[in-house]
T-cell receptor, first 115, second 109 residues
């Protein structure tokens, strides 16, 4: 089944404890992206990647890192999480190789709580 | 500043009662406008892409249209299973995406 998977689905952690949220897609998509979703603010793009070893900042990249060493994986790293990073996180990928990448397939989400 | 605004925030319809959701945008160099559906506890599901003013796309009871400043998602004779949050997004001149905060649609049997 074609899908985007995220792990973990739920995570409670403490301020400053480094964590990684994994994202994997089995559709051979070049474009991948991370978003956070907060009430009243909607979905905001954190980072995106056009292809392996190519990453770029979205609208809210502060406090996050990403890497793209393989086409299928795009992990999100929080090196020193803070309570304001408590949110619902989504990973997405797109089959488009040029032009618009708006046809995106989203993962199930990771709910992160930082205390 | 690139921005997407959706209205209304919430909409309750009787089954069969048609209506429209609005998405207005200000963006430098629109590369595309997109509609998604999001069910509670799930990731958004892609519905439509619109590229230029005057373009229309249809899927079952949904029809999306685009002008130079806004897009509408028309829902004809909705059913309870159409209840969801509908999200609008734009891609600006770069590769960044901007989403609206969504319209929560409830269709009452």
């Amino acid at each position: 089944e074609a899908q985007v998977t995220q792990n973990p689905r739920y995570l409670i952690t403490v301020t400053g404890k480094k964590l990684t949220v994994t994202c994997s897609q089995n559709m051979n998509h070049e474009y991948m992206s991370w978003y956070r979703q907060d009430p009243g603010l909607g979905l905001r793009q954190i980072y995106y990647s056009m292809n392996v070893e190519v990453t770029d900042k979205g609208d809210v990249p502060e406090g996050y890192k990403v890497s793209r060493k393989e086409k299928r994986n795009f992990p999100l790293i929080l090196e020193s999480p803070s309570p304001n990073q408590t949110s619902l996180y989504f990973c997405a990928s797109s089959p488009r190789t040029s032009g618009s990448h708006g046809e995106q397939y989203f993962g199930p989400g990771t709910r992160l709580t930082v205390t | 500043e690139d921005q997407v605004t959706q209205s209304p925030e919430a909409l309750r319809l009787q089954e069969g009662e048609s209506s429209s959701l609005n998405c207005s945008y200000t963006v430098s160099g629109l590369r595309g406008l997109f509609w998604y559906r999001q069910d509670p506890g799930k990731g958004p599901e892609f519905l439509f892409t619109l590229y230029s003013a005057g373009e229309e796309k249809e899927k079952e009871r949904l029809k999306a249209t685009l002008t130079k400043k806004e897009s509408f998602l028309h829902i004809t004779a909705p059913k309870p299973e159409d209840s969801a949050t509908y999200l609008c997004a734009v891609q600006a001149a770069g590769n960044q995406f901007y989403f609206g905060t969504g319209t929560s649609l409830t269709v009452i049997p």
